[in-house]
């Protein structure tokens, strides 16, 4: 190796490209929370039609729960419409019969990883969004801090982040619809103006309302994946990850179209 490595070369280059990038994500169209599958399929969706997307994972690997499959056997079950999402981001999928498919859950998460982030998501992961912004009744964007800030339980004050639009992706936990239902002013639109909370599991049913349920749920908010059902009370799916594809892909059709509402980018 011809070259001296310079370990303060290696230091400000790695400090001024992520800087580079921060900087260039305070204003962004669409912001989401949460990395899992739905939030990847709707982040390179919106990627790839050139809105400015950024996804703030509170981990330090994307993808959720689907690496461990169920109980941690690394594979996944899709019915035909996830397959299909599946294949068109190139992931290998096979046939077991009666409209039942397979996947290695661990090619399925790199690739959608993959693909969103050469379609131009960027990622900020070890990111937690710990509060919205809002105007009015609206939510304008995002309030965040390091995770690891967060889990020693230090005061120190957040950096904040303006979108157009916030997509909720958190899974199970709704971290920012619950944030929205405790302090910003006004009621979710669910039947009771609060998240209703999952329920037990039921695939089938929960599969159908994954889909329905992505959608805004306070002005300027979208959920999508199991965060639309605990959102809005539907049941939890088990390790099928058909619906949470599909509704990462639902969720950025409603948001680019209100994007382009407004006049967006893309």
């Keep these: 190796m011809s070259l001296e490595l310079d370990e303060r070369r290696i230091s400000a280059v790695i400090v001024r490209r992520f800087m580079d990038r921060l900087l260039d994500s305070m204003d962004l169209d669409v912001a989401i929370v949460g990395g ?3 939030g990847l399929v709707a982040g390179h969706n919106l990627a790839r039609e050139g809105f400015k997307v950024a996804m703030f994972e509170r981990k330090l690997s994307l993808g959720g729960g689907m690496w461990g499959g169920g109980m941690m056997f690394n594979q996944i079950v899709v019915q035909e419409e996830g397959a299909q999402v599946l294949r068109e981001f190139g992931v290998r999928v096979l046939d077991e019969g009666e409209g039942y498919y397979s996947a290695d859950s661990v090619e399925a998460v790199s690739t959608l990883i993959s693909s969103a982030t050469r379609a131009g998501l960027r990622v900020f992961n070890c990111v937690t969004a710990e509060d919205v912004t809002m105007r009015e009744d609206r939510v304008v964007g995002l309030v965040i801090t390091w995770t690891p800030v967060e889990m020693a339980g230090l005061h120190v004050d957040p950096l904040a982040i303006r979108s157009r639009f916030v997509i909720d992706a958190t899974g199970h936990d709704i971290n920012v619809v619950r944030v929205v239902e405790r302090k910003v002013p006004g009621k979710l639109m669910t039947p009771t103006g609060r998240a209703e909370g999952e329920k037990s599991l039921w695939s089938h049913r929960a599969e159908e309302l994954t889909l329905e349920n992505t959608r805004e749920v306070f002005p300027g908010l979208y959920v999508a994946g199991m ?17 949470m594809l599909l509704s990462g892909r639902k969720a950025a059709q409603l948001v680019s179209r209100a994007l382009r509402g407004q006049g967006g980018r893309g």
């Design 227 to 243: 965060s639309a059902n605990a959102t809005f009370g539907g049941p939890r799916m088990g390790p099928i990850f058909g619906g």
């Design 36 to 38: 899992g599958p739905a």
